[in-house]
């Protein structure tokens, strides 16, 4: 019944995640790994005692950020762990981005950016990417309560440069410029050294993608201390708890385990480069991509139809609205991208 709704319910316009389909597909549309993670977490779960899930979690979840400062040689006050990047992120909005000033949007992102400035009353306004569809950095020197982007940006795959970054925040030091480095690990450069000389750079990232631990949700911030206590404390004003007992365990594991971790993403890496050079010879636009997803437009078929068509054929990729000539595809297994290949070229016979 309207009646009882919150007023704030009317101005939402929640972000929609690709689908989770109820029959096996092959998945393609939410840039889940198709490697496992660490096998170390297996005897980890088959050695947990189940007595220690009476107690609450850490609240600090200081097990996991130890390791993480660790593995990024910076200091435990400097990292923040969520429920998912996607927390992180709505965490980080309320934190940094509730300004007089409107904040700095890339137009065409992660779709969820502008979903949080609606819940939050944030103003914001997007700047457009250029012709090939790259983020256009040197369009962001305006006046602002914020910057954000995701480097690499989803769904392009495009990457920006170390110094176009320093370029940005040397610009900016004002207002919080925060990176969502969600991709990073798949080729291209993490800006977290810079956040030792710069006190307003966010950092955010995530254990689903390169990880492959999109099913516990695990996401963490890296910044300057004041930066990290203003989470916190936002954080503290919402949930206590956010990490539960196994989750952090299971993150730990994947964190310590680097060489892995290189490895399965240097494959990816591989796995892409070829899928896209085979989807050029058919004639398609692939965007070079940094990401472990490549957006790619066909030609002779609409996405639209292409979208539909490899949906029959149990194969599940990522159609926009907001950007319809073209389909978003995460990088799956050899197997898997061989497969897509054979229904694409197969398709066109039928054409
Ligand atoms: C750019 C970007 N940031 C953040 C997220 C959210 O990741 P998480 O699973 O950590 O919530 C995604 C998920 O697809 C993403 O594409």
């Not at 972000?15 to 029959?23: C, L």
């Not at 600090?60 to 390791?67: D, F």
């Not at 969502?180 to 000389?197: Q, T």
Request: proline residues 5%; hydrophobic residues 40%.
């Amino acid at each position: 019944m309207i009646k009882f709704l919150s007023y704030k319910l009317k101005k939402l316009n929640p972000y929609i995640p690709g689908e989770q389909p109820y029959k096996k597909m092959i998945k393609l549309n939410t840039n889940e790994n198709p490697y496992p993670p660490t096998q170390k977490i297996k005897n980890l779960l088959k050695n947990f005692n189940s007595y220690n899930l009476r107690l609450y979690p850490d609240p600090t979840t200081s097990n996991l950020r130890k390791n993480i400062a660790k593995r990024y040689k910076i200091k435990y006050e400097q990292i923040f762990v969520g429920n998912g990047s996607d927390e992180v992120l709505a965490l980080s909005f309320l934190a940094f981005f509730c300004q007089k000033l409107p904040l700095i949007i890339p137009n065409i992102t992660y779709s969820f950016y502008p979903v949080y400035c609606k819940l939050y009353n944030i103003k914001y306004k997007t700047i457009p990417l250029n012709k090939n569809l790259e983020i256009t950095l040197n369009k962001m020197n305006i006046p602002n309560g914020g910057i954000i982007f995701a480097n690499p940006n989803t769904p392009t795959g495009h990457a920006i440069s170390y110094i176009e970054i320093i370029n940005l925040i040397e610009s900016h030091n004002d207002s919080v410029v925060l990176i969502d480095e969600a991709y990073i690990n798949f080729g291209s450069e993490s800006a977290i050294p810079l956040i030792k000389k710069y006190k307003n750079l966010l950092i955010v990232n995530t254990l689903s993608k390169a990880h492959s631990l999109a099913g516990i949700r695990i996401g963490f911030a890296i910044g300057s201390n004041h930066l990290i206590k203003g989470l916190e404390k936002v954080k503290n004003s919402f949930n206590s708890y956010p990490i539960d007992i196994i989750s952090e365990l299971i993150a730990v594991e994947a964190i310590k385990d680097i060489k892995y971790l290189k490895n399965k993403c240097n494959y990816i890496i591989y796995i892409r480069e070829n899928l896209s050079k085979k989807l050029k010879l058919i004639g398609f636009r692939v965007l070079p991509s940094k990401a472990n997803f490549i957006l790619v437009k066909p030609i002779n078929i609409s996405a639209k139809d292409l979208f539909i068509k490899l949906r029959n054929h149990g194969i599940l990729v990522r159609y926009f609205n907001n950007l319809n000539d073209y389909l978003r595809i995460s990088i799956g297994t050899i197997q898997q991208m061989n497969y897509l290949l054979e229904t694409i070229k197969w398709l066109y016979l039928l054409n």
